[in-house]
């Protein structure tokens, strides 16, 4: 699925306090390309500014940090270049952010996703919460949330060339 | 554990909307025998049977579709035949029917399952949905409804000849 | 990360009634050494009293079983000796009741186990339930639970010389 010219796109799932995002990042170092972070965590308030600006200190100098909630993909189309990697953390607070939003259509902007991800010339590695190996939740949005969550890691996950599940810090490979 | 005769049944686990339906269908597909489908499901309302029926549909007219939400093992022995391919989806949702009967056994009805999976002429492929790794539910029913699932996997696995776990679309082959 | 006279230490993560236990007392079997069962459940009433010594009869005479909720490593180094191998079942009960302590510093607890583990001379097969893989709990308890176990998964797992992920009683070995 992935161009000639593309480098695949990278999908890391894990549950909460799976350690992704340090596997993610140490998957980014390792590629000796620029480094780029997309947040797409939204900063409601101080409690939660202070921590975005403490991981964005954690990770140093070398990184790029770039927050953007929604609009993801021009954001990526913007530093679509070889020399770039870009980690996106994570996927399922930006469907959070798309839902809490009126009148976004999620299938399209997850199909944006996808084919941005299949013909990008920048690696682009993706950070996302598994959320589907519970109870069906009682709450209607969380359900919804959780099938959003689903598609959107089937879609992504086809056009990647390395698919990562990871739990306790430990990786399994599913894809690649 | 399997018969000489048996050709083994096949498990597919994962969560919500990771996939593991569409890639039962493949499996069951890829096998070339006549293939028949075990819906447990049950319509209750004029959604819900829209929606099986546009299922119905998508799977074309090279399936037999059958709707059993509670018997099962009966439903299985009567189309129990070599030539015969039937994918039973889901083994949570029929878990869910028998608890909402009065007076159903449900270990003794999972023991039957096995021990006909263990035998079966007909190629099977199960297909259910991992629960139990979330939190532990605060409704008591949800509870027992994941020891039941828990339970009913273990069994099922032990006699399966191949089971998958299916995350974002890919399998990872526990089994076989 | 572990030292040159230890075994290295098991972790076993799975969800609830995944056959974890039942897989990591078989490991514990296999080593052919003096087993004992280090249980962190309480007793809160007369069921569960019922249900521990239930099981401790159904694990036979082989077994010298201790209880202890809270401080689990001092009970540990008291039986650390080459000869012994311990089941600790289970982490996230142990997380549970230090959560429920006043004034426990859970990561100083942790650091503390990671360390004995790495160290330890008797082997140590520790059972603990993967908890992060659904929907964020909306109970603020639930979430901080979830994380604590997270990390403390994360910390023993870096210790171990084998990690195990089980579901439907069979094991995916994430390390060793």
Redesign the interface.
Known sequence: MTSATSRGAV?V???????KSRYAENLVIATGLDRHYLATGRAWDEEMRARIDKHREDRGPLWNTIEEPLDIVPTLEVIDQLDNVVLVDCLTLWVTNLMMEEGRDLRAEFARLAAHAARARARLVFVSN??????????KM?RE???H???L??M???VASE?Y?V????P?K??G
Chains 1, 2, 3 share one sequence.
């Open positions: 999908l799932l894990g549950g909460a306090r799976s350690g598994e959320v589907g190996l519970g109870i069906v939740p009682e709450n969380a949330f959780r099938d969550a689903g598609r890691h089937q992504i996950a086809e698919v599940f739990a306790a810090g430990l399994l599913m894809k």
